[in-house]
């Protein structure tokens, strides 16, 4: 009876493993056609010449698709999603566990990524709107990189990456940001901050009911 049972599971280990195994090709070779699917279908919708615009391709390289960066991290998520089925088949109940801790921290860094990429196309059009119309590049600078430190905050939170230690430095990023503005007009530009102050007087006078 003893050599009857660890017979039986030996036979059953043999199943779970060779369906495992069946899965697992399934995910690779399933998961390998859809990403090529997937694209094809993000060049068709000219994906790369967004990055462009949005000025993606300094951080991702000149010569790299944004299209196939994203069709391989579909593929790593598909194969993941097999290996977690594959080791769940086998009950690996510990290695499971493991294995769903670094899928939701690789989703949130992913997650993460993305929202900072949709900062950095916020922070330039804003960039670009203060700039034409003021035609004054460093405060449209200085709006720019306020507004893409807020981006970064919030794109580490969502990775839940040390979230006090990211809004002490957020803090500290802003306060360092008014500080070289008041330096600036403070210091160096003195003369110019009078004439917008005389220039709004100006505007004040000129629509007040009194004028009129």
Not at 16 to 26: H, K, Q
Request: charged share 15%; glycine share 8%.
């Amino acid at each position: 009876e003893p050599a009857n049972n660890i017979l039986l599971k030996f036979t059953n280990l043999i199943g779970e493993v060779l369906v495992a195994s069946a899965i697992l090709v399934l995910f690779i070779w399933g998961g390998k056609y859809l990403t090529n699917l997937i694209e094809d279908l993000l060049k068709s919708l000219k994906l790369d010449s967004l990055s462009e615009k949005i000025q993606l391709h300094k951080i991702i390289g000149e010569k790299q698709s944004l299209a196939k960066i994203v069709s391989n991290v579909c593929y790593f998520f598909i194969v993941f999603f097999g290996i977690i089925t594959a080791v769940e088949i086998l009950q690996l109940d510990h290695l499971t566990y493991i294995l769903n801790e670094i899928l939701t921290l690789t989703g949130q860094i992913i997650f993460g990524l993305l929202i900072l990429a949709i900062g950095n196309y916020i922070s330039l059009l804003i960039y670009n709107m203060v700039s034409k119309s003021n035609n004054n590049n460093f405060i449209a600078g200085i709006v720019r990189a306020a507004s893409l430190a807020l981006f970064i905050t919030i794109s580490l939170r969502a990775m839940g990456i040390a979230n006090e230690i990211v809004e002490i430095a957020f803090t500290f990023i802003i306060g360092a940001l008014a500080v070289t503005v008041a330096l600036s007009y403070g210091l160096g530009g003195r003369e110019a901050a009078g004439e917008h102050f005389k220039e709004i007087l100006q505007k004040m006078k000129s629509k007040s009911p009194s004028n009129k």
